[in-house]
């Protein structure tokens, strides 16, 4: 198998392709990084490939695929490539199947934009400490957590009124196995630290189960690898990301990432 081939944006804070490098990790499949500077992604040649202009981008030689939009590719990879149903459920489980659907949609239409949203106002926005946009991102990201908060938590109860299993057994989104939904909010997960600097936000207390099913999706040695690698990307190579503050008119400057939580705990 020819590797796939998606592309990422130096230094590779953003979150988005590495949801794809995680999926891709997990089932064992071969890819390549494609490393193209911001300043490229808004003009051809890259726009006849992705006329979004944004990242990732994926290209499948063995299928003569081209695809574009982070959820889009992790359905045509699952579909194509995971026939162990290592990250998906079977139809024999038709609900679960596509329950995992409404949490990635979830995650593609609320945690991304609002998380991004969070991150422009509280360190990009020309107009610095506008706490009117501050606070309204920041609650909406707390929303976001509650609902996962919530949901997993109803997943934990379940588990434990079906089955022998202890409180400190890991639960998931949907059914009993991690999979391609819990996998896509990993990469934006562990920018909360950034997002509520000075730590602003305390989600082991305010958000347990998150907390819980957050640390044990990047523990997974396949996420932590994909994961780590990033930091590495972060912490070695040049961010072309500055161009894009260069071309915006309302942005200020990029800014200082605090470390992402949960990459390089035991």
């Given at each position: 198998?020819?590797?796939?081939?998606?592309?990422?944006?130096?230094?590779?804070?953003?979150?988005?392709?590495?949801?794809?490098?995680?999926?891709?990790?997990?089932?064992?499949?071969?890819?390549?990084?494609?490393w193209i500077p911001y300043r490229e992604i808004k003009?051809?040649?890259?726009?006849?490939?992705?006329?979004?202009?944004?990242?990732?981008?994926?290209?499948?030689?063995?299928?003569?695929?081209?695809?574009?939009?982070?959820?889009?590719?992790?359905?045509?990879?699952?579909?194509?490539?995971?026939?162990?149903?290592?990250?998906?459920?079977?139809?024999?489980?038709?609900?679960?199947?596509?329950?995992?659907?409404?949490?990635?949609?979830?995650?593609?239409?609320?945690?991304?934009?609002?998380?991004?949203?969070?991150?422009?106002?509280?360190?990009?926005?020309?107009?610095?400490?506008?706490?009117?946009?501050?606070?309204?991102?920041?609650?909406?990201?707390?929303?976001?957590?509650?609902?996962?908060?919530?949901?997993?938590?109803?997943?934990?109860?379940?588990?434990?009124?079906?089955?022998?299993?202890?409180?400190?057994?890991?639960?998931?989104?949907?059914?009993?196995?991690?999979?391609?939904?819990?996998?896509?909010?990993?990469?934006?997960?562990?920018?909360?630290?950034?997002?509520?600097?000075?730590?602003?936000?305390?989600?082991?207390?305010?958000?347990?189960?998150?907390?819980?099913?957050?640390?044990?999706?990047?523990?997974?040695?396949?996420?932590?690898?994909?994961?780590?690698?990033?930091?590495?990307?972060?912490?070695?190579?040049k961010d072309t990301g500055e161009q894009v503050v260069?071309?915006?008119?309302?942005?200020?400057?990029?800014?200082?990432?605090?470390?992402?939580?949960?990459?390089?705990?035991?």
């Amino acid at each position: 198998m020819q590797p796939i081939k998606v592309y990422n944006g130096p230094h590779g804070q953003g979150p988005n392709p590495w949801k794809v490098f995680i999926v891709l990790e997990e089932l064992g499949l071969p890819y390549d990084i494609v490393w193209i500077p911001y300043r490229e992604i808004k003009f051809e040649p890259y726009t006849n490939l992705n006329p979004n202009g944004r990242l990732p981008t994926m290209i499948d030689p063995n299928k003569n695929v081209t695809l574009w939009e982070s959820g889009a590719i992790i359905n045509y990879i699952i579909a194509t490539y995971d026939t162990e149903l290592k990250l998906t459920y079977r139809d024999d489980r038709l609900e679960d199947k596509w329950l995992l659907q409404s949490w990635l949609m979830f995650q593609m239409s609320a945690q991304g934009p609002m998380f991004g949203q969070k991150m422009w106002f509280t360190h990009l926005h020309i107009e610095q400490n506008l706490q009117t946009a501050i606070d309204r991102y920041g609650n909406e990201v707390k929303r976001i957590i509650g609902v996962l908060n919530d949901a997993l938590g109803k997943q934990r109860k379940k588990k434990l009124s079906l089955s022998t299993t202890t409180d400190d057994d890991p639960v998931w989104l949907v059914g009993d196995k991690c999979t391609y939904a819990d996998l896509a909010f990993a990469p934006w997960n562990t920018l909360l630290g950034t997002l509520f600097p000075g730590g602003t936000l305390d989600i082991k207390t305010e958000f347990p189960e998150f907390h819980r099913w957050s640390s044990n999706v990047a523990r997974r040695p396949a996420t932590r690898k994909v994961l780590e690698y990033r930091e590495e990307c972060i912490r070695t190579m040049k961010d072309t990301g500055e161009q894009v503050v260069e071309r915006q008119a309302d942005a200020a400057k990029m800014p200082t990432y605090e470390p992402s939580i949960g990459v390089g705990d035991s």
